[in-house]
């Protein structure tokens, strides 16, 4: 790595990225603090954990930006290969937890391969999409390079998480289009979708996600069912008011009528304990981190590092978009963590494997920007 | 076919187009960013600035519960100071739908059903039903009555069975179940319709009130100030922390009138002397206060099968009994009051001076009188013997109807009361109208005049029907209580009273905060002159006329006799069954108790009579008597 480099690391980026991180923790503190023994020591607090992820992912991050990027392009089929392998392993390996597969404990710690999968599969398409860059125009492309997408969906779909399945459509097609697909074969492939989709609700969706469906549109038909964190959210948000209960004063959160809060509903637990003030800092900051991201694709010297920026880029900015959407009640309910700011060892430690790579695309930029 | 090029993008220059094109995906890459923060932050602004304050409430409301505490139900006594009432710790176990998620019903349900004792699709089924009602926070009764050790079971797997709360309440037990049950009632579980009633008076959906008897028409002083208490709790419906309290008061407690040794012996004597009568009852009164000493209503109920859960068995047997042991006959059943009505005929005719103490009326057993339109028509009217001459006391002693028929109707040149007057005077003495008394459930009788008859029979009132009703018979129809209260006023010479079986309402610490004697006060228009000469004609009848089973030794008993005829001839005797009654008070003096007694269908006041002398002399002669009036 040369000095001059340096010049293009992106400080707003990381900056952005620091400060969810950092809210992340304080957040998770305030989540986990009413229901932890007295005597738990501070190595093992939730909050504890996640700064020693968020070190971890920094020193990634850090490891990740040594390597010219191009050189993930070079493994790209091992990596393939990897991530094939880790998702066949979780689903043999790993601890169910509510009815799904999707962690492997190694030793102390516990990996979501879903979350490795997803920033490996970002670098398989778009060195496959770079390398095809004259064959985009072709249906026959697209087709390909989703077979190569269908591999790990289908694991995924197996262990069973949709919504992980969802962030992989939704990176591919971003993808797809910057790549330069033809909008009339999109949608030709659309087509079917949407005539399979009343299809698809009842034959590829499992009961469990019917009954989100159902309940986000009548969530008080069964208030301590499903229905029950939609509608608790919802309540811990507004109540927050403007400037919020106070950090760890929520009653919502720290009297547990909200569920699951230090990971896909954390953001509730922003909005109660510090209100509108909070939330539209953390909306603000992802805003940054999305553009910054943006920019380091439009700066990008090649394009496997603009394919690659896009899809991380679009990895936050769906998983953002869903998780927060779920809290405020805008979409139904999902399981979607928030990028950086939930608890969770695996995504955030590939997360900043993720925004590594996009500094090391800034800094290796060609300089002009689109 | 998809690799051909279509002709119009021939004609385009790629390379250009290919630039531009990024940059145009760049744009509404951004926007697209930028679209998803904005839509973001305005479901944001909406729910925490816009709607705030409603979600503010909705999370108080998750977090704060407001749970009644009840108040102790006030203790009664009787007048002697002996408990009538208890209260009884009584563990109910029950579900509170808000804090059991649908997915672990089943399970819940389950477990709770072993452990109870019962089907968990019933457990189920009850949850359910609350759950279609909406009010989630109130708890759902599984089971009533829980033994304690089955609640102390449930109570320490509470960890296990999500929703589930022992409740322990105080459930009334009655230790002189039926001697008592017609006097105290009973309480029971809220009705959807007194809840809605109630609800703004601080009454709960799982709240018991006074349903029957004193514990009804006193449920205000005995329920006290229920409290509240405003909790924190969690997710669980586990409770944090008291946030607010408001205190209970206990109920006040009551002292009845009623004299609990007098109201055995009455119930014994009256059970007894009923033989093979259906149903009868009596009741004594103090006619210097107006308070009740004793009321019997025969068949009675074990008023104890309505607390806690109602032993549903044996309430259905109480409402198949043809006789209707829930029925209180001293308030609500109503008779024709036979002879005994003489007291009230020979009162106004003394009063409007129809007749003196020494108008002399011969008696030879019966009077006729022609139809008033139709002269060809004779109607005879029966005396019950040949009586010969009579002046009033001999009238009343020997309960010559000719006599009274002559006093109530006339008769050729002597000018009787007339209906008009005979009606009003009934009224005066409290017939046709409720007495008041302090027990839910009296009736009114039936006063009969011109206007009534003319209204519900479409006939005009005839000389004949004056006759009946001065004699007590026809359309007449009285309670006992009625009767009681007539007699009474005869004795104080003319003071009548709301009778009451309340004596006093006393707070927790025994002072009392609502003496309730001489409660609506009223003096009759017949003088106390033409009353004592009443009385003197009722000490006659039991010295040597038709009440002398009623005599008894040390003291000068007062009193009149009737047999009401009702219903049709009975076959099997030749006879109409007859109402036995007897009304009396004494000593005759200085009188500190009236009396009446009603049996059913039998020999008349053959049996009524000598029911009361044996009260009455228990009244008198017992070996301690408790303290008798004020």
Do not use: C
Not at chain 2, 273 to 288: C, L, T, V, W
Not at chain 2, 460 to 480: E, F, H, K, R
Not at chain 2, 491 to 500: D, E, M
Not at chain 2, 573 to 598: K, L, M, Q, S
Request: no cysteine; proline share 5%; hydrophobic share 45%.
């Amino acid at each position: 790595m040369e000095v001059r480099q340096w010049r293009h690391f992106d400080f707003m980026l990381f900056l952005s990225s620091l400060l969810l991180a950092g809210i992340g923790i304080a957040l998770v503190y305030s989540a986990s603090h009413s229901s932890i023994l007295p005597d738990t020591p501070v190595r093992d607090l939730p909050a504890t954990r996640q700064f020693g992820f968020v070190l971890v992912g920094l020193l990634f991050m850090a490891l990740v930006m040594t390597f010219d990027y191009r050189t993930f392009g070079q493994i790209a089929p091992r990596l393939y290969v990897l991530a094939l392998a880790i998702l066949v392993a979780v689903l043999f390996l790993g601890t169910s937890i509510y009815g799904a597969r999707r962690w492997i404990d190694i030793g102390p710690i516990t990996v979501e391969p879903s979350e490795v999968a997803k920033v490996l599969m970002i670098i398989v398409l778009a060195k496959f999409f770079s390398d095809r860059k004259e064959q985009m125009r072709r249906f026959r492309t697209i087709l390909i390079s989703l077979v190569l997408l269908a591999g790990p969906i289908v694991l995924i779909y197996l262990e069973p998480h949709f919504s992980t399945v969802l962030v992989f459509v939704a990176i591919w097609l971003a993808m797809v289009v910057m790549a330069g697909a033809r909008l009339t074969h999109l949608g030709l492939l659309a087509l079917p979708a949407a005539v399979g989709a009343p299809l698809a609700y009842f034959v590829v969706l499992h009961d469990y996600m019917r009954e989100r469906l159902s309940s986000f549109i009548n969530p008080a038909a069964d208030p301590l069912g499903v229905g029950y964190n939609a509608l608790q959210a919802e309540i811990s948000i507004g109540s927050g008011g403007f400037f919020g209960k106070g950090f760890a004063q929520g009653t919502q959160s720290q009297l547990h009528f909200l569920r699951v809060q230090s990971s896909d509903f954390i953001f509730s637990v922003l909005g109660e304990e510090l209100g509108f003030v909070g939330a539209a800092v953390v909306l603000t900051l992802f805003l940054v981190l999305l553009l910054r991201g943006l920019r380091v694709a439009a700066v990008a010297r090649d394009d496997f590092g603009r394919l690659v920026a896009v899809g991380v880029v679009t990895m936050v900015l769906f998983q953002f978009f869903v998780n927060v959407g779920v809290n405020v009640r805008l979409l139904p309910a999902t399981g979607m963590p928030l990028p950086l700011v939930s608890q969770g060892g695996s995504s955030v430690v590939m997360l900043f494997v993720a925004l590594g790579i996009l500094q090391n695309i800034a800094m290796r930029q060609r300089g002009l920007e689109f | 076919m998809f690799n051909r090029v279509p002709r119009w993008r021939v004609k385009k220059r790629r390379n250009i187009d290919e630039e531009t094109l990024l940059r145009v995906k760049f744009i509404v890459f951004r926007v697209v960013v930028v679209a998803a923060f904005l839509s973001l932050l305005g479901q944001v602004w909406h729910l925490q600035v816009v709607e705030g304050t409603t979600y503010q409430k909705k999370a108080e409301y998750n977090r704060l519960r407001v749970s009644p505490l009840s108040a102790k139900r006030g203790i009664i006594y009787d007048r002697g100071g002996n408990i009538l009432v208890r209260n009884v710790p009584s563990f109910t176990v029950a579900v509170v739908p808000a804090d059991l998620s649908k997915e672990q019903q089943p399970q819940v349900a389950a477990r709770l059903g072993k452990l109870l004792g019962m089907p968990a699709d019933k457990v189920t089924a009850l949850i359910d039903e609350r759950r279609t009602q909406q009010f989630l926070f109130a708890p759902v009764p599984i089971q009533a009555e829980v033994p304690p050790e089955v609640a102390f079971t449930v109570r320490e797997r509470l960890s296990e069975l999500p929703g589930v709360t022992v409740l322990v309440e105080p459930m009334r037990y009655y230790p002189e179940g039926e001697l008592m049950s017609h006097i105290l009632g009973y309480v029971g579980r809220i009705s959807a319709e007194e809840y809605d009633r109630l609800k703004d008076s601080g009454y709960d959906l799982n709240d018991e009130l006074g349903k029957m008897g004193v514990e009804a028409t006193y449920e205000k002083a005995l329920r006290g100030k229920p409290g509240r208490e405003q909790v924190e709790v969690n997710a669980n419906g586990l409770k944090l922390q008291t946030i607010k309290a408001w205190d209970t008061t206990p109920g006040q407690n009551l002292v009845l009138s009623i004299d609990l040794d007098l109201q055995r012996k009455m119930m014994q004597y009256l059970k007894e002397g009923m033989e093979d009568s259906h149903f009868a009852a009596a009741a004594a009164m103090d006619p210097r206060t107006g308070e009740v000493l004793a009321t019997v209503s025969i068949p009675s109920y074990d008023n104890n099968i309505f607390s806690g859960s109602v032993k549903q068995d044996k309430l259905a047997a109480l409402l198949k009994d043809p006789w209707r042991p829930l029925f209180n006959y001293t308030i609500s059943g109503t008779f024709p009051s036979g002879s005994i009505f003489k007291i009230v005929t020979g009162s106004a005719a003394l009063q409007e001076g129809v007749a003196v103490p020494g108008t002399e009326i011969v008696s030879t057993g019966q009077i006729s009188i022609a139809n008033q339109y139709d002269p060809s028509i004779v109607y005879t009217f029966k005396d019950w013997a040949a009586l010969g001459r009579l002046d009033f006391y001999k009238a009343i002693a020997q309960s010559s109807d000719v006599y009274f028929y002559y006093l109530a109707g006339g008769f050729r040149d002597f000018k009787g009361l007339g209906i008009e007057r005979l009606a009003r005077y009934a009224r005066e003495f409290g017939l046709g109208g409720k007495t008041g008394i302090d027990l839910p459930g009296e009736v009114e009788g039936l006063v009969p005049d011109a206007i009534w008859k003319d209204r519900v029979k479409g006939e005009p009132w005839m000389t004949g029907d004056t006759y009946n009703m001065g004699i007590g018979q026809g359309d007449l129809l009285v309670t006992p209580i009625q009767m009681l209260n007539m007699v009474q006023a005869v004795a104080n010479r003319g003071v009548i009273r709301k009778p009451q079986v309340v004596r006093q309402v006393v707070d927790a610490e025994g002072r009392a905060v609502q003496s309730l004697q001489d409660r609506g006060m009223r003096k009759i228009k017949v003088s106390p002159g033409n009353l004592d000469i009443v009385a003197e004609g009722m000490r006659q009848a039991v010295e040597w006329g038709t009440a002398t089973l009623a005599k008894i030794p040390g003291v000068t008993v007062a009193g009149k006799t009737g047999t009401a005829e009702w219903g049709p001839i009975d076959p099997a005797t030749g006879y109409r069954p007859y109402h036995g009654w007897f009304v009396g008070f004494a000593p005759f003096d200085n009188p500190e108790i009236a009396i009446v007694v009603f049996v059913e269908k039998g020999k008349g006041a053959l049996v009524a009579t000598p029911i009361a002398g044996k009260i009455l002399d228990y009244y008198f002669h017992r070996e301690q008597p408790v303290a008798k009036g004020q």
